[in-house]
């Protein structure tokens, strides 16, 4: 990927902006669902959900002052995001915190695919290895019998 915009695949802002626009998308769900993963869960673990939500809207309010700035559109959050499972108990929860970070390594993996600026893959990187972080966390707490994924946000082969 080159910053010039050489090569047969040149890559411009508004393939970037594009993309960020789904990593947006992206991280209003797991706000919402930070939401729902903490109500479930008690103690620690509510502070391990308090956390990765202020994580995320952190990195929310980062791309949307980078999408405002550069006067692309910026996506606005739905009013509400549909569960892939009812969450019915902690483990519950925690199978949904690892999805929710899941949803958002694979929208941060097409940015750094994307992305025309080194900038902007300096922070997909950086959102990419927090959100995995994370996920083992949660894969961890829902006793899933895999933690970690070789390649994040990546689909199995």
């Avoid at 947006?24 to 869960?41: D, F, I, N, S």
């Avoid at 939500?53 to 949307?64: G, P």
């Avoid at 695919?113 to 902007?120: F, G, I, L, V, Y």
Wanted: glycine content about 10%; hydrophobic content about 50%; charged content about 20%.
């Amino acid at each position: 990927m080159a910053d010039d915009g050489s090569g047969p695949e040149a890559l411009d802002e508004s393939t970037e902006n594009a993309a960020l626009g789904n990593a947006l998308a992206a991280e209003h769900a797991a706000v919402w669902g930070y939401g729902v993963v903490g109500a479930a869960l008690g103690g620690d673990a509510r502070q391990q959900a308090a956390g990765a939500e202020s994580a995320h809207r952190d990195v929310r309010d980062q791309v949307s002052a980078l999408l405002t700035g550069r006067q692309a559109e910026v996506v606005d959050a739905e009013g509400a995001y549909a569960l892939p499972f009812p969450v019915l108990s902690e483990v519950d929860a925690a199978a949904l915190g690892a999805v929710l970070e899941d949803g958002v390594t694979a929208a941060w993996v097409r940015v750094l695919d994307q992305a025309a600026e080194r900038s902007t893959r300096e922070l997909a990187v950086g959102v990419l290895s927090a959100a995995e972080v994370r996920a083992v966390g949660w894969r961890v707490a829902a006793g899933q019998p895999s933690v970690t994924r070789p390649f994040p946000g990546l689909p199995d082969a």
